[in-house]
């Protein structure tokens, strides 16, 4: 137990090290981006003035606002110092709310959307793998092309074959939005029920395209495992085909996991092209506004919370594969 | 006379490749099983001995496939059961199997004991999981294995203790017929020697009836087998009691793979090491004649055709065109040196 917690220590030393060069980078990187978001923002309010001194002064006022005036380094300690009090700073572009409050709106749309819809294809697309493997013959000859098929298919390709085909062509589901857009977000039924409308299309254009590349790898692992010597040992004690199929799922799913952990630490970032698609209201379309309005604050808030999500995410892996494979705990205590 | 717990008749098994080729792994193999004996299967890899283990527990998995013969254990030709009836009735209950591999034959990710309690909950109605603790305990003390092994997964075992628990879950149910499949292979000499006493046990304690023990070492045969049939291309050259194969061993083959046992002594490393020369031949096609003929230092033009069967000379059983006496002079004028 002692070596489990001394390695335990050490890898999160790692996690922690890990997240203050990201930190670093998060900052740095956006701020490499040539041009000056500064004279964008002057030039948007100042049309139509016609005074230069005016206008420079607006100029000074917003780069001082934004802290913009000062060298680099120091900007990155008041960064820091913001960020340890819980305060990522004023956004650029939507200028004057605060990026937690832009970053707490938006995010509980992209969970509500990707956490459900990555835990449904991983779940179907293990399932239908393991079957695959299991049942082989027809249901394998007929599910493997499908599920090649459509692992190959882009997401942001099969999203807008998605609102083709629904929306444009059948027109039995909304386009595009998070709800409809006569309504303010209340919480009433027909506003549910719009959600839950708008809902469909991109949650099933990301579970779909999911479900194929995790039924490719469940479908491999689960033969793999069939042929191992212990089925083998297994149908010779008598035990029922079913009983050890389970055995097989179990084994076979522990490198899928850690698929799932991080197809879930990247959730904030992978559906950015579908939001962009079906312009729904979560973090990607506020990651690829800010991207466009140069706004370095917001930018530096989505790719912190992506790189938490990442690093939380496989940590927790490191933590349950030890629970679930006696092989990985000995291998952690060593 | 003794109860017959398991007769082979005339059974023979394929396999088939997926360009529709057919090998004949098992060749029309006759034998049978007498309450409370040990029957020693031996050959060189490649000789169908663990097809053979397979045919008679009627587990017939693609690319295995039975084609003709029966297998009667307690009057049932399991042979022809569909293969449900036979996970349920037969295989673990009737007949248990110790694979070759105990290193890999436990599921990884699984503790002894969900184990034992999974093949006790398959077998029988209504056990609870307290009992099988109780059982699973009882018997793991009366082998003298450690009881605390049954919380344990497969990886924290050693390959001894692995294989020793794999036999314990195989004959927790008391089936009549343990087939172990060369349970020593993989072992040093001292856990070879305990699992040999393990099973000795098994059978003294009444636990099993009867064994079949199969293995490429003929002289361990000798310490647990009462009789021995040696398997060569599918087909068995020889049977008869395990003293007599051993000794006195008639089959030109038998008489060969008893001279290329390695006895350590002195000026062994300078001395030329009697082997059996060439390889099996390809079962692929269809054979004629003696399949031992080419690698047969004895063989003549007569070896060449036709079908050589069994034949019982002297209280022996054996398949070759010649006559024990016949051979018993071969062998005598082979010792001579050439000089002479």
């Known amino acids: ?276 698609v079906f312009s729904y209201p979560g973090l990607g379309s506020v990651l690829f506004n800010a991207i466009a309005a140069q706004d370095f604050p917001l930018i530096s808030g989505c790719t912190l919370l992506i790189t938490t999500g990442v690093l939380v995410a496989n940590f927790l892996v490191d933590i349950v594969y030890g629970l679930i494979d006696p092989r990985i705990k000995v291998a952690q205590q060593e | 006379m003794a109860e017959m717990l398991l007769q082979v008749e005339n059974l023979k098994s394929v396999y088939k490749t997926r360009f529709n080729e057919r090998i004949v792994a098992v060749d029309d193999v006759s034998f049978n099983l007498e309450n409370g004996k040990c029957l020693g299967i031996a050959g060189e890899s490649g000789s169908g001995k663990s097809t053979l283990a397979m045919s008679i527990m009627g ?111 195989s004959t927790i149910l008391n089936p009549k017929i343990l087939v172990a499949d060369e349970p020593t292979s993989a072992l040093d000499v001292t856990s070879q020697k305990i699992v040999i006493k393990l099973l000795k046990d098994l059978l003294k304690r009444g636990f099993i009836k009867a064994m079949i023990f199969i293995t490429h070492e003929l002289p361990l045969l000798y310490n647990i087998a009462d009789e021995i049939i040696v398997m060569y291309a599918g087909e068995v050259v020889e049977s008869g009691k395990a003293e007599e194969i051993i000794f006195d061993p008639i089959h030109p083959y038998s008489h060969g793979l008893m001279n290329s046992i390695i006895v350590p002594e002195k000026g062994i490393k300078g001395k030329k090491l009697a082997v059996i020369p060439g390889a099996p031949p390809n079962l692929k096609l269809k054979l004629e004649g003696c399949r031992f003929f080419e690698r047969c230092q004895f063989a003549k033009d007569e070896c060449k055709n036709g079908r050589i069967d069994i034949k019982c000379a002297n209280e022996r059983n054996y398949r070759c065109v010649f006559g024990v006496e016949e051979l018993k002079e071969m062998y005598e004028d082979d010792k001579k040196p050439a000089t002479t």
């Not at chain 1, 179907?124 to 459509?150: H, M, T």
Request: net charge positive; aromatic share 12%; with cysteine.
């Open chain 1, 1 to 276: 137990m002692k070596s489990y917690r001394k390695y335990m220590t050490s890898k999160i030393a790692w996690y922690v090290l890990t997240f203050v060069v990201a930190v670093f980078l998060n900052f740095l990187l956006p701020r490499l981006i040539p041009g000056n978001p500064v004279s964008t923002i002057v030039s948007k309010i100042t049309s139509g003035m016609a005074d230069t001194n005016s206008i420079k002064r607006v100029y000074e006022t917003f780069e001082k606002e934004f802290g913009l005036n000062k060298p680099i380094w120091e900007q990155f300690m008041i960064y820091v110092s913001n960020l340890i009090h819980g305060n990522m700073g004023t956004s650029f572009g939507q200028y004057p709310r605060k990026v937690t409050d832009i970053l707490a709106s938006s995010i509980v749309w992209t969970i509500g959307l990707q956490l459900p819809a990555i835990i449904v294809s991983w779940i179907l697309g293990n399932v239908l793998g393991v079957l695959a493997a299991y049942i082989k013959k027809g249901f394998d000859r007929v599910l493997f092309p499908v599920f090649l098929f459509i692992s190959c298919i882009p997401s942001f390709g099969f999203a807008i074959v998605m609102v083709w085909l629904f929306a444009v062509a059948l027109k039995i589901a909304p386009a595009s939005g998070g709800y409809a857009f006569d309504m303010i977000p209340s919480p009433t039924l027909s506003f549910f029920l719009s959600v839950l409308q708008h809902y469909q299309l991109p949650f099933w254009s990301i579970v779909l395209v999911g479900i194929g590349g995790q039924s490719l790898g469940m479908r491999e692992m689960s033969i793999y495992e069939l042929n191992a010597d212990y089925v083998k040992y297994c149908r010779l004690l008598g035990l029922k085909d079913s009983k050890i199929v389970k055995y097989v799922f179990k084994n076979a799913v522990l490198p899928q996991i850690t698929g799932l952990a991080l197809s879930l630490g990247t959730m904030v970032g992978g559906a950015l092209i579908t939001e962009i």
């Open chain 2, 59 to 169: 587990y017939y998995h693609p690319p295995l496939f039975y084609e003709s013969g029966a297998i009667y254990i307690s009057g049932i030709d399991i042979a022809k059961l569909p293969y449900n009836q036979l996970r349920e009735k037969i295989l673990g209950k009737e007949i248990a199997y110790i694979p070759q591999a105990a290193m890999n034959a436990l599921n990884p990710t699984q503790k002894i004991i969900n184990l034992v309690a999974d093949v006790m909950k398959e077998h029988v109605k209504g056990i609870t999981i307290n009992e099988i603790k109780k059982i699973a305990e009882e018997r793991f003390e009366t082998l003298n294995l450690p009881k605390d092994v049954l919380q344990r997964y497969p990886i924290e075992l050693s390959g001894g203790m692995k294989q020793r628990t794999v036999i314990a879950i």
